[in-house]
């Protein structure tokens, strides 16, 4: 599948230069939880930040925006601090940049990012860790949101160990064309191995430590054993079986090389070991590069670093290709700055890369409408999933160290064929201009015979109706215009299918019909809602369905219905019972309706009843 | 005032009645909400209508790759899954779900804006409309948001047999990458595109640093922009640029693509653009006086787009439309309080001064290039007389009709009462 390919595609040039990346991708879009887990994290930050809000008397700004004005995607902060550890941890290592860098952010918002964590986050971290509703204060928590804050522990534990396989198991798929990986892999004398088929077996314990990649780079710099680095990296999360998280506080993890009983200790060296060989050897070019960049700094006049002299050793052939490769950089990099594009931090994207990220189509049942325009995109080819997550930093480096030659897709099979201009006009074919609807063209006098109206006239503001403005007159003067209209435009009213517009339509339907293409529609929601079935399986059952229980209906009636009737009177609904909150685009929000079906009262000669309202639980004032 | 301008306007009941699948944010109902509220209007009196041709495979093969073209119109969503390789090739099955009708859909929606570009080739009209088109982001071997078929490609490819030079700007909170790569090689076709940028926001392309390449350097023109953008902001960008635009370029024609997702509160977009702002972009190209074809494109909040469609008909119909919507079917859509104009979102404009400033400077001067590059040759756009003469006598007369009856047809501003018309 193209789908694969391209992966293979993007991997080659990503993966290779810098693997943590990979990592980061994988934990965002490539589980399929991360957006329900995103939704629910929402719904419980909102509640808490309420609660805080009200028992403190402060006031909280939502969403918060960090330094340069763009808003900060809490959920990716919360989960990156979880995932290495506390945030005294990460203040005491040091890795606040690397949280940034994890949330796709500049360095240079560093102190704004911390100060948004402690505004919004820490407390709710610790209220998490107490087990949040045990807390004195928050004892009038309703029972729902405990639930929500229990699932939403459990699913944040398994998010961490979800990651960690997808991603790795990905990164695996991915990288089977990429020879460098594969050649990593050969050289690990440990037992460990990526493309073992135990790999599924060890994964729960690939509790990937975020920082490791980081520890790294100080690693081979200052030439320390890596495993005294990685014990500043406390295992914060531990998986236990029945899938309940308990957050276990390691005393700092004093890793000897000779203790192979501790399994996660284990694994991290493993997974130390592994990551430090692969980015030995992926990430070589771009070290030893900065590298001879640093020392070229630190002693300009050193002759090993001569272009002059550099026939004298045959090491300087090396060094002569890394001075081009920092000259590339350079320019790559000051060219990015030149202009202001509006996306400063995240340097262009080339079409190339930007077709290339892999993304779920699941993503979107969970949307909520207010993140989905607030948060930034998605780097996905999908146009209706904008938001979810936070913003990627693409690699820049990637960017740089590759030569791309083009940057646009360029070729016969992407351009029209444009002829050049001859002066000489070319058929327009003028056969095909359209039929011509109105005026009627048979009966071009027709309209001069109608009654008065004004011309592009509103509403009429007085009428006279016995009571102007109640739903009766509304109904009447809809009722009006529509025989007005009908008059006006004949058969015209057919061919436009004005006749199957508006609420009027539910006249075809039986009571017993509109009741079953409710519970079906009804069904179908929460089957999008909670079951891993594809949409496209849901919907083709839906139809089954429908074409079973509702026989007389055509499939296009059922869709007239759907948008004359149904989504009008959830609309209605809203109107009505929540003003504030009106969207009658969202096909997911449950079904209200007030009143009783239309034109009921007409026919059965009933006036209109106050019925119990058993849909609203939230009656705002 | 006297409308001069003939309108044309390209509507078929059937495009309204499609389904591209649950939660999907395309929802072309929308189109039959819009169609319904001008006709609320009345606005219909001063304008002709016409029924597009449902565009012929060989038409739409003009643009698109002919197995594209073959796949889309044999798919169908009981066979889709026979098909993994093909559905993944052409990029179809997640943003463009594969649903009932679907070809038929395209070729109506690209009927229309062929139809519109040759009734502007052929002078029949002076402003064409067709709301139902506008779907920029397909390209020519694939679906792209939500867009199958091209027909922008298609209209221009149309109004490029009558003219040396077509203009094509794009009001789309998304940027109008596929008209944009089809015409990034040539001169003869200039993309303008306003859109929102950065943070990957689909489709990721569209910063101003792409110009277009080769001959067509310098005649790709995009304007990025950040989130909450205003109507100040952007109509003062938008007439800066534009006129500038007109001025340097000279084109023969326009195509103008009004998407409605970059009003406030739309469900995709990001913008906080009034109707009013919106609108105001396109009285501005209307006042240009040039041949003009009018398209609809995104728009994801159903009733703010049947609104921004109508008042812009109202527009380019020298009409000003009253606030209070007259009861319909839809009344309910409108509803609570049943106005065109629609309160903009009290969100932050992420566009300083000084960033709109700095891409108005970029973008002016990339213009200034055209004017000094030696080796691009400006060609004259030849004199009307050019064009033949359609004798009247072979016309069908179901097709056109003459100057004298239109006139006759057309309503008039200041002709209060229908019964006047009779004389």
């Given at each position: ?449 109608e009654g008065s109206f004004v011309i592009g006239l509103g509403r009429q503001e007085s009428c006279e109706c016995v009571f102007p403005g109640s739903a009766e007159c509304v109904r009447f003067h809809i009722a009006e215009n529509r025989l007005k209209i009908k008059i006006e435009l004949g058969?015209l009213f057919y061919k436009w299918k004005f006749n199957q517009m508006g609420e009027e339509i539910s006249l075809a339907w039986?009571?017993?019909?509109e ?45 007239s219905y759907y948008f004359n009737v149904f989504v009008i009177r959830r609309r209605s609904y809203q109107n009505r019972?929540?003003p504030?909150?009106i969207?009658s ?8 309706s007030v009143g009783d079906r239309f034109g009921y009262e007409k026919i059965h000669g009933l006036s209109l ?13 | ?12 009941g059937?495009?309204g009645n ?11 109902h929308r189109l039959c909400m819009t169609h319904h509220l001008v006709l609320s209007y009345d606005l219909h009196k ?256 159903k009733e703010n787009v049947a609104r921004?469609?109508t ?10 439309l009253p606030n209070e919507i007259p009861d319909n079917e839809y009344i309910k859509y409108f509803a609570p309080e049943c106005s065109l ?83």
């Open positions: 599948m193209a789908y694969d390919s391209e992966l293979g595609n993007w991997s080659d040039v990503n993966e290779i230069k810098i693997p943590e990346l990979y990592v980061k991708y994988g934990d965002l879009d490539g589980c399929a939880d991360v957006n329900e887990l995103r939704a629910l994290f929402d719904q419980v930050l909102a509640f808490f930040l309420k609660e805080v809000c009200v028992n403190k008397k402060v006031f909280r700004p939502f969403p918060p925006k960090l330094g340069d004005g763009q808003e900060a995607d809490l959920f990716k902060l919360f989960l990156t601090i979880r995932r290495i550890g506390s945030y005294e941890l990460v203040s005491e290592n040091n890795l606040w940049e690397f949280v940034a860098r994890e949330c796709g952010l500049k360095a240079g918002l560093v102190a704004s990012l911390k100060l948004i964590y402690i505004k919004y986050l820490k407390e709710l971290d610790q209220w998490l860790l107490n087990g949040g509703f045990k807390d004195g204060k928050m004892e009038n928590l309703e029972v729902s949101v405990v639930e929500k804050l229990d699932r939403l522990s459990r699913k944040l534990g398994r998010a961490l160990i979800d990651v960690e396989i997808i991603g790795f198991d990905e990164r695996k798929e991915k990288n089977e064309g990429a020879s460098g990986f594969n050649q990593v892999q050969g050289d690990d004398d440990e037992k460990f191995s990526v493309g073992d088929h135990k790999r599924c077996e060890l994964s729960p314990k690939f509790v990937k430590k975020v920082g490791v990649s980081m520890v790294n780079d100080e690693v081979k710099r200052n030439e320390i054993v890596p495993d005294n680095v990685v014990m500043k990296v406390r295992l914060s999360v531990i998986h236990d079986d029945d899938n309940v998280v308990k957050r276990v506080d390691h005393p700092m993890i004093d890793y000897d090389d000779d203790d192979d009983d501790d399994d996660v200790n284990n694994f991290v060296s493993h997974n130390v070991n592994t990551q430090k060989r692969k980015r030995d050897e992926d990430s070589l070019e771009l070290s030893e590069m900065l590298d001879w960049l640093a020392n070229v700094a630190r002693d300009p006049h050193d002759n090993a670093y001569d272009t002059s002299q550099r026939s004298k050793k045959g090491k300087n052939n090396t060094t002569d290709h890394l001075r081009k490769r920092v000259l590339s950089s350079r320019r790559a990099l000051f060219a990015e700055l030149n202009v202001d594009s509006g996306n400063e931090a995240y340097g262009s994207q080339k079409k190339t890369q930007r077709m290339q990220q892999p993304s779920m189509y699941e993503d979107d049942r969970v949307k909520l409408r207010c993140s989905r325009r607030t948060t930034a995109a998605k780097p996905c080819p999908l146009k209706r999933q904008q938001t979810e997550s936070s913003n990627i930093r693409p690699d820049r480096f990637r960017e740089i160290l590759e030569s791309h030659d083009q940057d646009y897709n360029l070729g016969p099979l992407f351009q029209a064929e444009v002829p050049p201009w001859t002066g000489v006009l070319s058929d327009s074919d003028p056969k095909w201009l359209g039929t011509q609807m109105w005026p009627p063209p048979n009966n071009p006098d027709r309209k001069g015979e058969t039986e009571p017993e019909e009741k079953r293409f409710k519970s079906l529609v009804i069904r179908a929601r929460h089957e999008l809602a909670h079951s891993m079935k594809s949409r496209r399986e849901i919907m083709n059952a839906f139809w089954r369905k429908a074409s079973v229980i509702i026989p007389d209906k055509l499939k296009q009636n059922v869709v019972v929540t504030r909150d969207d685009d969202n096909d997911e929000v449950e079904v209200g009843k106050c019925s119990e309202n058993l849909q609203c639980t939230n009656l705002e004032s | 005032m006297r409308s001069k301008d003939r309108i044309s306007y390209f509507y078929d059937d495009v499609v389904y591209f699948g649950p939660n999907h944010p395309m929802k072309p001063k304008m002709e209508i016409y029924r597009p041709h449902k565009a012929y495979p060989v038409e739409l093969a003009q643009f698109h790759s002919a197995d594209y073209v073959e796949f889309l119109q044999r798919i169908n969503p009981d066979t889709q899954h026979l098909f993994p390789e093909e559905m993944a090739k052409f990029k179809l099955g997640e943003d463009c779900p594969v649903f009932d009708d679907m070809f038929e859909f395209c070729q109506i929606y690209a009927g229309g804006t062929i139809d519109a570009a040759r009734r502007l080739n052929n002078q029949l009209c002076d402003i064409a409309i067709n709301w139902a088109g506008g779907l920029h982001h397909a390209k020519k071997c694939e679906a792209s948001g939500f867009c199958y078929i091209n027909d922008l490609v298609l209209g221009i490819l149309e109004l490029l047999k009558y003219h040396a030079r077509v203009l094509y700007i794009d009001i789309d909170v998304h940027h109008g990458d596929g008209v944009e790569e089809a015409f990034y090689f040539t001169d003869r076709v200039m993309t303008v595109s306003f859109h929102k940028y950065g943070n990957l926001f689909f489709p990721g392309s569209g910063d101003v640093k792409e110009i277009g390449e080769q001959e067509g350097k310098f005649y790709a023109i995009n304007i990025p922009l950040k989130d909450g953008i205003d109507d100040t902001s952007f109509t003062r960008l938008f007439k800066t640029i534009i006129s500038k635009v007109v001025e340097t370029y000279q084109p023969g024609v326009i195509v103008l693509q009004c998407g409605a997702d970059s009003l406030a509160g739309d469900r995709l977009g990001c913008f906080n653009l009034s109707i009013d702002g919106h609108a105001e972009c396109v009285r501005f190209v209307k006042k240009i006086g040039l041949p003009l074809l009018v398209t609809g494109g995104g728009g994801y909040t921004c469609w008042v812009e008909t109202g527009v380019l119909l020298d009409t000003e104009r629609i309160p903009t979102a009290h969100i932050e404009n992420f566009n300083s001064k000084s960033y709109l400033g700095t891409i108005k400077m970029q973008v002016l001067e990339n213009l200034r290039c055209i004017q000094h590059a030696p080796s691009v040759q400006m060609q004259e756009v030849p004199p009307d007389y050019y064009i033949p003469d359609f004798d009247e006598d072979e016309k069908n007369p179901d097709e056109r009709i003459d100057q004298h009856t239109q006139d006759k047809h057309i309503q008039r501003d200041d002709e209060y009462y229908e019964g006047d018309n009779d004389k």
